[in-house]
């Protein structure tokens, strides 16, 4: 029976790339989204990949989401923390909401995740949790305080969660993308976009693909022995 995986914010950008990715590895996917229901409804009929509607940063919303996937599709091996938001700005202009939103859903949404599906996994003896973390998360960003420090959480999170699963037969890891082709990049304004690609030493923008890959080895059978890792996918713009 295939392995059941949900994919958080899994319905666009990197999220669509890895579910697409895990359902040609041969996992049962199901994609997690937040509030586009027209973009959801389009990738689910493409591909065939059943998706559910909730907050990741509501916790209850993510017991029951995850309690209601086990019901329908099955039991949830494979959890990868892709949803994401933004609230730039600097320190002086940003607002406490702007602060709480981007750390109830990018760094709660890990913890609530976890806690909707860890246990299972440990009680059976077999798990995969990927948080995507950021190259930002790791080398900081100007006007991204609140972002940055919900990402380096990720980052500390996957290595202390990691020290639960290991004996257990659950890994837990992080990838940390650089710099992706996204639609979110795409409206970067061109030079400021230019000035971005140059210091990428690799000279391009990532590829949805290629985060999509990393996931795929990491919540492989082979990768049974990497857990606490953080994979920096982004071009040689930070060596971490």
């Known amino acids: 029976m295939a392995r ?20 040609k590895q ?20 493409a591909h065939g990949i059943r998706a559910y509607k909730w907050d990741v940063g509501d916790h209850q919303a993510c017991l029951d989401g995850c309690a209601q996937v086990t019901q329908e599709v099955g039991p949830v091996d494979i959890v990868v923390n892709n949803a994401g938001i933004t609230r730039d700005g600097t320190l002086a202009r940003m607002n406490f909401d702007d602060w709480n939103d981007v750390m109830r859903v990018n760094l709660g949404g890990c913890f609530n995740m976890a806690k909707a599906c860890f246990p299972g996994m440990v009680e059976r003896g077999w798990g995969r949790i990927v948080n ?12 991204q305080v609140n972002y940055a ?31 992706i082709d996204t639609d979110m990049v795409a409206a970067v ?4 976009l230019e000035k971005i690609v140059a210091k990428i030493p690799v000279g391009r ?21 990497v857990t606490g890792s953080t994979m920096s996918i ?5 060596m971490y």
């Not at 950021?134 to 080398?139: C, D, E, F, H, R």
């Not at 304004?189 to 400021?192: R, Y």
């Not at 990532?206 to 996931?215: M, T």
């Open 205 to 225: 923008l990532g590829h949805a693909e290629e985060i999509a890959r990393g996931v795929v080895f990491l919540t492989s059978e082979d990768a049974g022995f």
């Open 189 to 192: 304004p061109p030079p400021v």
């Open 4 to 23: 059941v995986a949900i994919v958080t914010g899994g319905t666009r950008g990197i999220g669509a790339a890895i579910s697409l990715a895990l359902m």
């Open 26 to 45: 041969g996992r049962t996917v199901v994609a997690n989204y937040a509030g586009n229901e027209a973009k959801a409804r389009e990738f689910s009929d």
């Open 132 to 143: 995507i973390g950021s190259i930002n998360g790791q080398a900081g960003q100007y006007g």
């Open 149 to 179: 420090a919900a990402k380096s959480g990720i980052h500390g999170f996957t290595k202390a969660l990691a020290q639960e699963g290991a004996k257990k037969g659950v890994t837990v890891n992080a990838i940390a993308p650089g710099y």
């Open 234 to 238: 982004n071009g040689g713009q930070h």
